[in-house]
Structures are given as C-alpha cells and as structure tokens.
Nanobody
C-alpha cells in the first residue's frame, strides 16, 4: 500500500505563487509516475502536470509556462510550483502516484486564488 500526503494549499491573490508538496510512503518501487490533478466544483478532475521517474514532464496547456513540476526521488516527494496564479486555477489539487497497474491518490489540498 502507498500513502500520499499533500500540503501547501491556501488562499493567494491573483498573480501570486504557491508551492504544493506531495510526500509518498509505503511500498514504492523505483519506477513510478507522479501527477497533479485538480478539480473545481461541478467539473471533472483533470490532469495538471506529470513527471516520470526519469524526470520527463507533461503539462496541461492551461498551466504551461506558469507551473513547474519536480520531484525528489530520495524523499519520494513531488512538488508543484505555481506562479502567476489566476482565479481559474482555484480548485482542489490532488496528487496521484502511478506504479505498474496501480494508482494511489492523496486526500487533496485546496487552492483558492482570489483578491
């Protein structure tokens, strides 16, 4: 079993920055993908950013150039640096770890962008 714990959400003004963290623990192998998803009320949960074990990254078009995903394999932790935040970035952000045929989700953290 794998456990994921997110942190770093909160309230920020438009144009501001936040850094989310997701720490994984448990039965973690050497090869796994870590991803950030977000879900606003009344909408689907959508992929924001992903990073492979080798460091390859992928971003949703809506966040390219503003968000950066990174990982520290020694700590089994993934980060999401969010800059130039917009009100439309407001959502619950979830961390996901994909390992083989298994996927694990964190409990999520709220990000609110408002003046």
């Amino acid at each position: 079993q794998v456990q994921l714990v997110e942190s770093g959400g909160g309230l920020v003004q438009p144009g501001g920055s936040l850094r989310l963290s997701c720490a994984a623990s448990g039965r973690i192998g050497k090869t796994y993908v870590m991803e950030w998803y977000r879900q606003a009320p009344g909408t689907d949960r959508n992929l924001v950013a992903a990073i492979s074990s080798g460091g390859s990254t992928n971003y949703a078009d809506s966040v390219k150039g503003r968000f950066a995903i990174s990982r520290d394999n020694t700590k089994n932790t993934v980060y999401l640096q969010m800059n130039s935040l917009k009100p439309e970035d407001t959502a619950f952000y979830y961390c996901r770890l994909g390992q083989g045929y298994d996927a694990y989700w964190g409990q999520g953290t709220q990000v609110t962008v408002s003046s």
